[in-house]
Nanobody
Framework: QVQLVESGGGLVQPGGSLRLSCAASGSIDSRNAVDWYRRAPGKEREWIATITTGNNTYYADSVKGRFTISRDNAKNTVYLQMNSLKPEDTAVYYC?????WGQGTQVTVSS
């Protein structure tokens, strides 16, 4: 069974950038898109971005223009480049493909 491991989270000041990685332990099923979600403290889980097998990308309005999702199939890795970060972006970020979820990585945006 494929496992997903997120990394790249941390503490960053408002306006800063982070790049999250979602690495698969095996080949990501080429039939499935890969999604990023996040859950902020006290809030529901929120979908934020998807990249399809054809490299089409989709974003939630809350991150559009600031976040970019991309994939490197040779490395079995999907990335989430996050720019112009805001305190409201503070959350645990998860990647998902099919029914498989990663364990999450914490992103904290604070001065």
């Amino acid at each position: 069974q494929v496992q997903l491991v997120e990394s790249g989270g941390g503490l960053v000041q408002p306006g800063g950038s982070l790049r999250l990685s979602c690495a698969a332990s095996g080949s990501i099923d080429s039939r499935n898109a890969v999604d990023w979600y996040r859950r902020a403290p006290g809030k529901e889980r929120e979908w934020i971005a998807t990249i399809t097998t054809g490299n089409n990308t989709y974003y939630a309005d809350s991150v559009k223009g600031r976040f970019t999702i991309s994939r490197d199939n040779a490395k079995n890795t999907v990335y989430l480049q996050m720019n112009s970060l805001k305190p409201e972006d503070t959350a645990v970020y998860y990647c998902k493909t099919g029914h498989i979820w990663g364990q999450g990585t914490q992103v904290t945006v604070s001065s």
